[in-house]
């Protein structure tokens, strides 16, 4: 009876070992990437699954950014959240926040024992998402920048010079003018992301603060300086603008992203990753250039900020440490020269690190598309300053949704462009002291 009783065992132990074997770890990823981002996400993750036996990743959509950090967050409090999680840049002082939800990357990284180098990241891109001593807190994934795209037919058409795109707001003005009052286009000047590229951006180039504390960066108890006089001017500008046909607010966020590859717009200030849609849709000659500023405020332009998304490491009761080696060694694959030069050809996100961005440029891909590289050398700019790092500001999504609400009631008539910021400072302030009360 022993002898059976010790058999038993020993086979229902080589089975659960043979299942064991023929399993692989499974990691769960939530990301709120969709359309083309979503073909080229699933293609990186079926390729790093492809690269081993011993993990496998599975990327599951969980809606739009705002969305998947809030279903991360929800799942977290239920004890359920997923291994990793894509959350766009204006979330990052909220996860940042939520010590006990997060295991940061550079803790992960070394409890793992996987190779980690933070210097291998473009520095812009690093210190966006590292904490104020340089501990990189989360991976950075899909990064970008805003640029200013253009029309070259309708510059044409204009008698403008297609080879020669503005550099100022004062040429941008101009160049819009024109291009209407020829009929070259319906829109000569529309913007895609207002919030992100008309006051975040905009902050940067001119070395402005957006908000006090290093934008957030040396403290919660920031509060916003969208009041000072250039940004009031700025909005005073496309509400000019907009009076005389010249600019057009045509939405929210990515809602005019379709006007440039349509036509309809003669030039669109988007994101850099907008160049696949782009050559996808656009049935014209098109360029792409740096954002404008204001040459009578500033000689030269500082860099610009990221925009996009990283990936936060959830601590999930239950997780085994197979599975955070396996969160590991996804963050390490994605960091790999070749594996990140692929990400940015294949989408227009900006390389994270140093070394694919030398990959890209060895295999000709600059010299083939002219442009391509604009975005990092925009952020890249020299001598940045603590303007020009980035935003470090709890409820900066819903503080985005106040600037949109104001402008929109200048837009319309409703108020003066001063009165439109100093309602965004009184109510973004608002918002900024709810966060602080919460996780000071």
């Known amino acids: 009876m022993r002898l059976r009783k010790l058999i038993g065992v020993a086979v229902l132990a080589l089975a659960v070992g043979a299942v064991g074997m023929g399993q692989k770890v499974e990691i769960e990823f ?12 699933t293609e990186v993750v079926n390729g790093f699954n492809a690269s081993q036996d011993t993990y496998v990743v599975n990327p599951v959509y969980k809606g739009s950014y705002a969305e998947t950090m809030s279903a991360a967050i929800a799942a977290f409090r239920a004890g359920q959240p997923p291994h990793i999680v894509q959350v766009f840049e204006v979330g990052t002082a909220t996860m940042m926040a ?13 409890d793992t024992g996987t190779p980690f180098d933070p210097d291998i990241y473009i ?8 904490s104020a001593d340089g501990k990189m807190i989360s991976m950075p994934f899909n990064s970008s920048s805003a640029l200013l795209w253009y029309n070259k037919d309708a510059f044409r058409a204009a008698g403008l010079d297609p080879d020669n795109p503005p ?19 319906k829109m000569g000047l529309a913007t ?19 908000a006090t504390k290093s934008n957030g960066f040396e403290g919660m108890d920031a509060v916003l300086a969208l009041d000072h006089p250039l940004f009031v001017r700025h909005v005073q500008t496309l509400m000019d603008m907009q009076a005389e046909g010249s600019f057009t607010y045509a939405g929210r966020d990515s809602a005019p992203d379709a006007l440039f590859g349509s036509g309809e717009a003669a030039m669109l200030m988007a994101s ?17 250039t740096y954002l404008p500023y204001y040459d009578d405020f500033i000689a030269e332009p500082k860099n610009s900020i ?21 969160v590991a060694a996804f963050f390490a694959y994605l960091s790999e020269a070749a594996n990140d030069a692929k990400w940015h050809i294949m989408t227009g996100y900006v390389p994270i690190t140093l070394g694919g961005y030398e990959a890209a440029k060895a295999q000709g891909y600059y010299e083939q598309n002219p442009g391509a590289d604009l975005a990092i050398l925009q952020l890249a700019r020299p001598n940045p300053t603590p303007n020009t790092k980035g935003l470090r500001l709890g ?46």
Do not use: C
Not at 30 to 41: D, E, F
Not at 123 to 130: E, L, M
């Open 395 to 440: 409820n900066l999504p819903a503080i985005r949704v106040v600037i949109y609400e104001e402008v929109e009631k200048a837009l319309q008539g409703q108020q003066t462009a001063q009165q439109a910021m100093a309602n965004a400072v009184r109510r973004g302030n608002e918002l900024l002291r709810e966060f602080e009360a919460i996780y000071k």
């Open 272 to 288: 850099s990753a907008l160049r696949a849609r782009v050559m996808r849709e656009a049935q014209f000659e098109w360029g792409v």
């Open 306 to 326: 990221i925009g996009g998304a990283s990936l936060w490491a959830m601590r999930r009761p239950g997780a085994t440490a197979q599975q955070y080696q396996g």
């Open 30 to 41: 939530w990301h709120a990437a969709t359309g083309a981002l979503a073909a080229a996400l």
């Open 192 to 210: 895609s992301w207002l919030t992100w590229i008309q006051f975040e951006q905009f902050a940067a180039l001119h070395d402005l603060p957006f």
């Open 123 to 130: 520095a812009p891109v690093k210190g966006y998402y590292s």
């Open 98 to 110: 939520a010590t006990g939800a997060i295991y940061p990357v550079y803790q992960l990284m070394a």
């Open 167 to 185: 550099r100022t707001w004062a040429e941008v003005r101009t160049a819009a003018k024109a291009i209407v009052d020829a009929g070259a286009a």
